[in-house]
C-alpha cells in the first residue's frame, strides 16, 4: 500500500509539473508579467546623481532636427559641462547614435571635445536578424563616426522589449566577433564606479544575449530633466551637474524613441529614461533573475501533488481555505524572492490549486448529485415521499451499512383468506388481487409518513420514526392500521363480487427499541428494524383475526386518550416466557 501511494503521488507530482512548466512558459509570460508589475513595480526614486540633458520640443524649436545638426551644438555642450575640471559630471552618456558625418569642422570639434573631457560614453547599436536556432543574430553594427569612436567609450543602446510590449529587461553585454561589449546602461555604470573608485559589480545574467530583469525606480518625469537648450544658453549652471551622472537624449514625441514601461502601462516613457531606470537599478542593486522553469515546475508540482490529494478527503470549505491560504503564501513568497534577487512566477501556482479546488468542487456536487439520487432510488420503494424528499436533501445521510437504535413503532399486516382464494384463481387474477390490496396498505402507510420496510407475500411490513424522527409515530401507526381496515371494506366487496371470497386485514402493532439502518452488503441491502419489538409486533399480527387491529399494551398507554379500544388480556406468545396484555382498536379519534 506505501509503493502504491507513493506512486500515486509520484504521478500527480509529474502530472503537475508538467502543466506547471506550459503555464510559466506559454500563457504565463504575458498576464503573470502584468501580475508581477504591480506587486513589484513602485516608484522610489533614491539617487539623486542622475539627470536628464533633454533634447525636448524646446531644443528643437531653437535648433531644428537633430537630423541637421552640426556636431558643434553636442560639442559645445560637452565643454559647457567639463569647463571646470572641479565641476564636471562623473559621466556623460549620449543615448545618441553619431553614426553618420557632418561638416568636418563640427565632427573634429565634438570628438576633441569627447577626448578632453575623458568621461563621454556615446552609444552604438546592433543590428539583429532573427536566424534559425538563434533570435539574436547579429546582423550588422550602427557605430559612431571613426574620429568620435577613437575618442569615447561605447556602449550599445539596444532595448530589450518583452512580447507584450512592455520593457521589463535589460542587456548587461553582448559577445561579437571575439569581443564583450557592454550596454549602454552598463557602460554608463562602470565608468560611474570606477570614477568613484569603486568596482563595477554586474548582476546575474541569463539567456543568449546574457538579460536581467530590473526595478523601476520612477514613472516617466520622475527624473530630474533640463532641457539642452538651457544648459547651451547658460540658464542652467553647469555646476548643477558635478560628480553627476548626466545622460542626453531624446526628450520629443516625435523621436521615436519611447517604449511601454513596466511601472506605468498607461504612458510611454523615452529610452533616456528607461537607462537612467536601468543605471539606477545597478547601482541599488535592485536586479531580478528569473527562477529557473524546472525550479519552479518541481516545486509547483509537489505542492500541487499534495493540495490535490489532501483534498480529495477534505471538505470543500477545508480546501476553499486551504486555497486561500496558500495564495497568501504564494504572494509573500514572490515578494521575498524578489527581494532577493529572484523574480518568480506569481499566477501559475495559485491557477492550478484553484483548477484543483474548482474540479474538486465539480466532483463533490457531481457526487452529491449522484448519492442523492442513489438515495432516492433506493428509498423510494419503501419510503413515503416526503421522506424521500428528506432524505434527497438532507447533505449528512450517508447511505451505508449498519445501524442505530431507535424507538420505533412497528405495524405488520396480513391479508385474511387470501391462500384459501388463491388456490381457485388464475395466477394473473392473484397478482391482479394482491396487488390491490397491497397499493391499499401501501398509501395507507405513506399517507401517515411511515417507512415500508418490506412484503412478505401477502404481508407487509412497516415502521414509524424512523430513518427519520417523526412526530406521534405511535398514533400514526394506529391511524395506518385503522385506514387499512376502513378502506379494505370497499376492495373486499368488489373481491367477493368477482371471486366469491371474502378477505380482510389482520393487523399487529407493537412500539420500542430496536435497531435500525441499512442490512445487507455493499452491492445488496435492506433498510429494515430488527429486534423484539419487531417480533412482538408480528407476533401480534399473527394472533390477529380478519378485520381485527391488536396492539401491544405499551401502545395503548401511549394513545389510550385518543383510541377507542377494549382488553382482550394476556396473550402467550412464542419465543417470550411471559405473555403480552393486548387490545383491540375500536375506533380512532382524528
Known sequence: MKNEGRKTFLGTAAVFFVSA???????????????????HQRPSVTNK???IIAIDDRTLERYGSVSSWSREIPAGLVEILTEDPEKKPAVIGFDVIYSERGDEEGDLRFARACREAGNVVAAFS????????????????????????????LGYANTTVDPDGYVRQAMAWMDYEGERYLSLSSRIYRSYEESRGREARFPSVYGRNNRFYFSYSGKPGSYNTVSM???????????????????????????????TPAI?????????????????????????????????GLGAGLVCALFFLGSRKGKIGITLISLAAAAVVDVVLVRVMYRRGILMPAAPLPVLLAIISLGRIIQGYAGEILRRRRVVSVFKQYVAPQVVDKISRDADFQLVLGGENRHIAVLFVDIRGFTTMSENLRPEEVVEILNEYLDLTTRSIFDNGGTLDKFVGDAAMAVFNAPFELDDYIFRAVSTAWDMKEKAEAVSGRVEERFGN???????????????????????????????????????ENHAAGGQILISDSVYEAIKDRIQACPIGQIPLKGKSNGVFVYQVDGVKK
Open 21 to 39: 512548466l506550459i503555464l510559466y512558459r506559454s500563457a504565463a509570460g504575458f498576464w503573470d508579467a502584468g501580475i508581477l508589475d504591480r506587486m
Open 49 to 51: 546623481k542622475i539627470y
Open 126 to 153: 546592433f543590428s539583429f536578424k532573427a536566424m534559425p536556432g538563434d533570435p539574436f543574430h547579429v546582423d550588422h553594427v550602427i557605430a559612431p563616426y571613426k574620429e568620435l569612436r577613437d575618442q569615447v567609450s
Open 229 to 259: 537648450a538651457d544648459v547651451l544658453d547658460g540658464t542652467v549652471d553647469p555646476v548643477l551637474f558635478r560628480d553627476a551622472i548626466v545622460l542626453v537624449g531624446a526628450y520629443a514625441a516625435g523621436m521615436q524613441d519611447s517604449y
Open 264 to 296: 506605468s502601462p498607461n504612458s510611454q516613457m523615452y529610452g533616456v529614461e528607461i537607462h537612467a531606470n536601468i543605471i539606477e537599478a545597478l547601482l541599488e542593486g535592485r536586479t531580478q533573475l528569473p527562477l529557473s522553469p524546472v525550479i519552479y
Open 502 to 540: 371474502k378477505v380482510s386485514f389482520g393487523v399487529g402493532i407493537h412500539c420500542g427499541e430496536a435497531v435500525v439502518g441499512n442490512i445487507g452488503c455493499e452491492f445488496r441491502m435492506d433498510y429494515t428494524a430488527i429486534g423484539d419489538t419487531v417480533n412482538t409486533a408480528a407476533r401480534l
